[in-house]
């Protein structure tokens, strides 16, 4: 079972990946550090299709540097990516669908991807070619396949950064208050403010300041399977300002959980790809294609050649018996 690992212990091990080739080996290898070690070696920009204006860029590709890239063609792009509308890689906002800096979810800018499956064969995917998988792969989390490179839409690419719609702050902070745990929460934007309030309220009843607010407008899509976007959102990231003994972790779980059941309340939902306090309710209110999701990965990989701490933790929420946890009351001592 392809497992992942710390960065640095993998790269103790082994070179970095660094062509399909390489890829496709250490899938059929089975070797654990193939996740990790695919965003560290494949870092390449790879062909610019100026007749169809597309860019091909492997997994590992950092979105700073191919905002450096398409300075001409994109010059926006460079601003969105400093204030971190793009964080991380291109592979990682594809595995998630992430959010483009106009709202709208990834897939709107991919022409098509390149994969290695858990056999080891290396697909082009597209809408018009292996569909199927493309839909997804595409915020699919990596359970499908290892991504190689994608092909972006460079005109789409440009007028999403042009239209770019930064997150609107509202700072509560006060002295001495830091956030501890953020919590990104979906509502419509009809509900936004009943929600706000209802979200406050919570909070001052666990007790739990809310450090900072902030909003993005996000758009609707239809083209993957396990979407986020349902319709248009206001994101909602709520920053807890949690105390740090242990005991916050379990009281942070429990106070998420409420802040979900909340969005939930008011028409909304959560981001699949980050909010593991999720309950196995919330998840199959919110995403009740997760269940065909995970049976259609065990069809294409049976020995769950690919995994990943996301699929296996959806796999046991999904799995599990509730479990209810009762406090006994401290018996009166007998006369």
């Not at 390149?114 to 292996?130: F, H, I, K, W």
Request: charged share 20%; proline share 6%; aromatic share 4%.
């Amino acid at each position: 079972m392809l497992r992942t690992q710390t960065l640095d212990s993998a790269a103790a091990e082994c070179p970095p990946l660094c062509s399909a080739g390489d890829l496709r080996r250490a899938v059929l290898q089975a070797r654990a550090d193939a996740p990790r070690l695919a965003s560290a070696g494949l870092d390449r920009i790879l062909r610019w299709d100026a007749a169809r204006a597309l860019i091909e860029v492997q997994s590992g590709t950092r979105w700073r540097a191919l905002a450096a890239s398409l300075a001409r063609s994109a010059p926006a792009l460079e601003a969105c990516v400093a204030r971190g509308a793009l964080p991380g890689r291109v592979g990682d906002a594809l595995a998630a669908n992430a959010p483009a800096p106009d709202g709208q979810p990834l897939v709107a800018l991919v022409e098509a991807a390149t994969l290695v499956t858990p056999d080891g064969e290396l697909q082009c995917v597209s809408r018009a070619r292996n569909a199927d998988l493309f839909a997804l792969a595409v915020g699919g989390q990596g359970l499908f396949g290892l991504t190689y490179s994608i092909s972006l839409r460079v005109e789409a690419l440009a007028q999403a950064a042009r239209h770019a719609q930064p997150a609107e702050t509202l700072e509560l902070q006060r002295p001495g208050e830091c956030a501890a745990r953020a919590i990104v929460l979906f509502v419509p934007p009809a509900q936004l403010e009943a929600f706000l309030a209802a979200a406050r309220a919570l909070c001052d009843e666990w007790r739990v300041p809310i450090a900072r607010i902030d909003v993005l407008r996000t758009r609707a899509e239809a083209e993957t399977v396990l979407r986020w976007a349902k319709q248009g959102y206001a994101a909602v990231t709520l920053h807890l300002a949690l105390p740090q003994p242990l005991g916050a972790c379990v009281r942070g779980t429990q106070l998420c959980r409420a802040l979900i059941d909340c969005a939930i309340g008011h028409a909304g939902s959560f981001p699949i790809a980050t909010t593991r306090e999720a309950s196995r309710a919330q998840l199959e209110a919110c995403y009740p294609e997760l269940k065909a999701v995970l049976v259609e990965k065990a069809r294409r990989d049976p020995g769950a050649r690919l995994s990943n701490a996301w699929y296996r933790h959806h796999r046991r929420v999904l799995e599990d018996a509730r479990i209810v946890v009762r406090w006994n009351a401290p018996q009166a001592a007998s006369a």
